[in-house]
């Protein structure tokens, strides 16, 4: 058994019955489909049936500019190394995913993650609305491409305060006038342009 | 003739009495701190260095302890997040007193590379009186050892009163850690 047939056996199981979207062959052990969002936990249970019965990891993309999540889950098989990636686009406005917990039930913390970072919600998962990295957060969902970290820590967080008052140890002189200078000749001329 | 061996023993207030133990006290103290290692982010990786054969700091009388009600000196080695900050708060409050506060690295100080962070606090000392920085993004070895020296004639030189301030500025702190925090208390599965 040789990895090259197994992405073949792949392409071919799933790409016969479902509608694919995209194949992505990364490499001999990484493979990539996109499909619809209805058909996500049907592959997903048959793919756990022929052996991918790990789920490695379960996230979301934000594309901000076509308005969509996209969901990632892989899965991974110990027999067959191959990385399957499924992916689907969900609507970003009203963000539901129907949970897989009935699949791969260790998918509840990921899931609850997801919400946390993105905000999308999970029917299914009793869970998926509780607190589980940030606590007590008070804004909107923090990957989101339109949450703007810095403002938020400048809000949050009281930035310390400088004077330019650089010390003179020893008796030597500071070099920070000459490192100021350098700095700007370096911006306007580049690090090997002439003084 | 008057023995100029002899000096006549001088009345001492209570105020000077208790000065006089408050100084032994802290001759012992600053030789032998046992510290609290609070790992939450980077500058952790130094600690091994300086506490192994290579700066061995037992050498100042400083030995690791695990537990906070019994440690004198809190190292807290890099980054805070919103959640370890809780965490550190409800360590500090249970250490007994005297305690001091060592901040690690450039994050204690201004929030280093995490200064645009959601998720991670600019300075520690809002939060919690520090009593030394070791500045650096990471220190080298040599300097976290400055750091603890440096901490050792702070509390030599009655200078480290982190301790103090947290008792006579309590209110500040407080409003400090809830506008950062919400609420300090924790909730998560662990404490339900």
Sequence with gaps: ?195 | MESTKYTQPVALSKKQVDRKWWEIGDFFRRNSLWMLMYCTGCCAIELPPAMTSAYDMERLGMGPMATPRQADVLLVTGYLSLKTLRRLIYTYEQMSEPKYVVGFGSCTINGGIYHDSHAVINQLDQYIPVDSYVAGCMPNTEAVMNGFVDLIELIKNKKANGWKNYHTNNAWYKKNQIDALGEVRIKDEFHQ
């Design chain 1, 1 to 195: 058994m040789n990895s090259t047939n197994n992405v073949d056996f792949l392409k071919s199981l799933v790409e016969e019955k479902y509608k694919v979207n995209k194949t992505e062959v990364i490499d001999q052990y990484q493979i990539s489909f996109e499909v619809e969002q209805v058909e996500v936990h049907r592959l997903l249970s048959e793919l756990k049936l022929e052996g991918w019965k790990q789920l490695s990891y379960l996230s979301a993309i934000d594309w901000i500019d076509e308005n969509e999540f996209e969901m990632v889950y892989i899965v991974f098989n110990w027999d067959r190394p191959v990385h399957v990636q499924i992916r689907t686009r969900i609507d970003r406005d009203k963000p539901v995913m129907n949970s897989i917990m009935p699949i791969f039930e260790g998918c509840k913390y990921y899931e609850r993650e997801a919400h946390e970072m993105f905000g999308i919600k999970f029917p299914g998962n009793p869970d998926h609305e509780k607190q589980l990295v940030l606590e007590e957060w008070d804004d909107m969902p923090p990957l989101r491409k339109d949450f703007d970290p810095q403002a938020y820590s400048d809000r949050k967080f009281p930035v310390r305060e400088y004077n330019n008052d650089f010390v003179e140890l020893n008796g030597k002189k500071s070099k920070q006038k000459d490192r100021l200078k350098r700095a700007e000749r370096i911006e306007q001329v580049g690090k090997r342009g002439n003084k």
